[in-house]
């Protein structure tokens, strides 16, 4: 059975950094699509990056000068760091994986998904 789970997310203040781990359990994820998402209080979740095959990545626009996604295929984790934390990064944080070839891994949405975390909580206070 697939599972993730979640870990790392915590209560920081604005300027600070975190590292979000998902660790995956039950098959090997070094040929999955992986993904971040996000949800703010009383907002749609949001896709925050996806990376494929341990290898491509691509980080939202809004978030990509202060996100970075990376995996540690022997350990079976995906993570991802977070610079520079803002009020609005406040969040649960949910990893996301699938298999299926289509759509592409970039152009996956959340519905494409099949597996997700339960997700970590991010707090950032000014």
């Known amino acids: 059975q697939v599972m993730l789970v979640e870990s790392g997310g915590g209560s920081v203040e604005a300027g600070g950094s975190l590292r979000l781990s998902c660790a995956a359990s039950g098959s090997s994820y070094s040929d999955y699509c992986m993904g971040w998402f996000r949800q703010a209080p009383g907002k749609e979740r949001e896709g925050v990056g996806t990376?494929?095959?341990?290898?491509?990545?691509q980080i939202a626009d809004s978030v990509k000068d202060r996100f970075s996604i990376s995996q540690d295929i022997a350990k079976n984790t995906l993570y991802l760091q977070i610079s520079d934390l803002k009020p609005e990064d406040t969040a649960m944080y949910y990893c996301?994986?699938?298999?299926?070839?289509?759509?592409?891994?970039?152009?996956?949405?959340?519905?494409?998904?099949?597996?997700w975390g339960q997700g970590t909580q991010v707090t950032v206070s000014s």
């Open positions: 996301a994986a699938d298999r299926r070839l289509w759509p592409g891994c970039h152009q996956k949405q959340q519905r494409d998904f099949g597996y």
């Open positions: 990376l494929h095959k341990a290898a491509s990545v």
